[in-house]
């Protein structure tokens, strides 16, 4: 119950103290807990935090298996009680602790005598998330101009790519963008100067792949382009030339896509070794950096110099694709990357993110992709205790967040001139095991989001909206095809499952998604209900 977490006798508070309101969250035992070690109390955030700001946390009321109220540790009672000890670092935060005791009786409401454990902490500035992503992008934008190149390969050209009439022609080639990583291949780190910000190293060429679909061929005039992005551990061309080829040739738009580095199919190793060795997560949060950058960068070049390439155009010289037009659609990784390439881009401000949600920290646990690493997590080499696994995960979040949705979507109206207001729509699919629907719910609270009155659930904080011209900004809505629920715990569920996928298949979905990219309104397109009996 998030909502019972605003009251201020909930035996947990999170205290927003620059503005004095508690934050809406909820608590649970960590599911994980190893016999023998003692057992995490999570406290979930219903959305992101405010940046730059100062958090007081109180947690009072709680009692062990055997009903016996749990004692605050002998340091926290000291500094309850005013009782002066010997110890240097208890007594160097008495002052602190003093002030957040006055904050917890004055504010909150709080009897000191009643408190278990109480601490405070204070998030990052934007500045210190974003600044250096911005800086690279910025840099990457004023040296290509109108784009740098592109390079169409030997035998990237294919039409009638996979014999099924879908696709008139599947290109595949290179654009040339700026590099700041030190390597092309991971573990590899951005080069930096002093101020931690990226510093240029080389142009390096980076691969694309384009679908034109026949619908686009037999269209009497050029067609959008649509940016796709591809799912964990993928490839953009694995992604863009599958099955959701179909989106492209229902709608009538030309599909191009990349790799998300950092979590692309070249990436299982640099992500092993970080399983084994927490640094190098630093290496693939900076690959995650250098792919968005690749992304804005293909974007403006496609948008350019590369806007009317031989290989996009049909029967006598005539243009298939309108690059002046430019949307995105992203499907699980992908949809989890839709909010930071939307702020990073000046071109593209609207997209459509499947299954997608925000903060990886929040969705690991639960996320079935994440069990091919469980076993290396947990073994010797690894971090063998539970305590440590859900630390280090938290604890890296901080590494993520320059790229992650957790912190885009809360900018989706825009910060000052560095990044442009941008629009989403979220679809979501009920017992997702592979991004679970909390983490979705998250990123919708984040962008102060609406929900779609015939969604099959109205998650907490979402003002209902029942669709038309008038539903514009940004938008979600949940359909159920009536299969097994996700584990409510941060367990594993059990694969195989078919809700992740499921949903893209659901003409009322897809409609919903391209309609709002070419629109900019959502219309309801369940008939009242997104529930369905596709179990």
């Not at 008495?94 to 278990?116: C, F, L, T």
């Not at 551990?233 to 229902?250: C, D, K, N, P, Y």
């Not at 639960?366 to 696994?389: A, H, K, N, W």
Request: one cysteine or more; a negative charge.
């Amino acid at each position: 119950n998030i909502e019972r977490s605003l009251e201020l006798d909930h035996p947990t508070i999170i205290w927003n103290v620059d503005d004095n309101h508690a934050v809406a969250h909820w608590a649970e035992l960590d599911a994980r807990a190893q016999p023998g070690e003692q057992t995490i109390l999570h406290l979930r955030t219903a959305a992101a935090l405010e940046h730059d700001t100062r958090y007081i946390v109180v947690v009072r009321g709680l009692s062990d298996t055997m009903g016996n109220e749990i004692q605050p540790s002998q340091a926290l009672r000291a500094l309850l009680d005013g009782e002066i000890t010997d110890a240097e670092d208890v007594e160097s935060r008495r002052s602190a602790y003093n002030e957040y005791i006055a904050v917890a009786e004055d504010h909150m409401g709080v009897n000191k005598n009643e408190i278990q454990a109480l601490w405070s902490f204070h998030t990052a500035s934007l500045e210190s998330v974003l600044g250096p992503i911005l800086s690279m992008r910025d840099d990457a934008l004023s040296r290509i101009g109108d784009g740098l190149g592109c390079t169409v390969n030997p035998d990237g050209v294919e039409d009638n790519y996979n014999g099924d009439g879908m696709t008139y022609r599947r290109v595949r080639g290179t654009f040339t963008a700026p590099q700041y990583l030190l390597e092309e291949r991971a573990p590899t780190l951005l080069s930096r100067d002093d101020s931690h910000n990226p510093v240029f190293v080389e142009n390096r060429e980076v691969p694309f792949t384009l679908i034109i679909p026949m619908s686009v061929y037999n269209s009497s005039e050029p067609s959008p382009l649509t940016v796709f992005g591809h799912g964990f551990l993928g490839t953009g061309e694995g992604h863009v030339s599958g099955g959701l080829r179909a989106w492209g040739e229902i709608y009538e738009t030309a599909l191009l896509a990349s790799d998300f580095y950092g979590w692309s199919s070249d990436d299982r190793d640099g992500i092993s070794m970080g399983i084994m060795n927490g640094y190098y997560f630093t290496h693939q949060s900076d690959r995650l950096q250098q792919a968005m950058v690749n992304h804005v960068v293909m974007i403006r070049t496609f948008k350019g110099i590369c806007s009317d390439l031989p290989e996009m155009m049909g029967d006598g010289g005539r243009l298939l694709v309108n690059t002046s037009d430019v949307y995105y659609t992203g499907y699980s990784l992908g949809g989890n990357r839709g909010p930071s390439l939307l702020g990073l881009s000046p071109d593209v401000n609207r997209g459509a993110l499947w299954v997608g949600g925000a903060a990886f920290s929040h969705q690991i646990e639960r996320c079935t992709q994440y069990d091919q690493f469980d076993d290396l997590m947990e073994s010797v080499i690894g971090y063998p205790s539970q305590l440590d696994r859900a630390v280090v995960i938290s604890l890296i979040q901080s590494l993520w967040d320059a790229t992650d949705t957790n912190t885009w979507t809360t900018l989706s109206e825009g910060w000052g001139d560095r990044v442009q207001p941008f629009e989403m729509i979220y679809i979501g699919s009920i017992g997702d095991l592979q991004i679970s629907n909390i983490s979705t719910s998250r990123a919708l609270r984040n962008a102060d989001a609406s929900i779609l009155s015939s969604s099959s659930i109205h998650p907490y904080g979402l003002p209902i909206t029942e669709g038309g011209e008038g539903t514009t900004g940004n938008v979600g809505v949940y359909f159920d095809g009536g299969f097994s629920h996700a584990p409510e715990q941060n367990l594993l569920g059990q694969e195989p499952h078919p809700a992740h996928n499921w949903v893209a298949g659901v003409d009322a979905a897809h409609r919903m998604a391209f309609e709002y990219l070419f629109n900019g309104y959502v219309v309801d397109r369940c008939d009242g209900s997104c529930v369905y009996d596709a179990a």
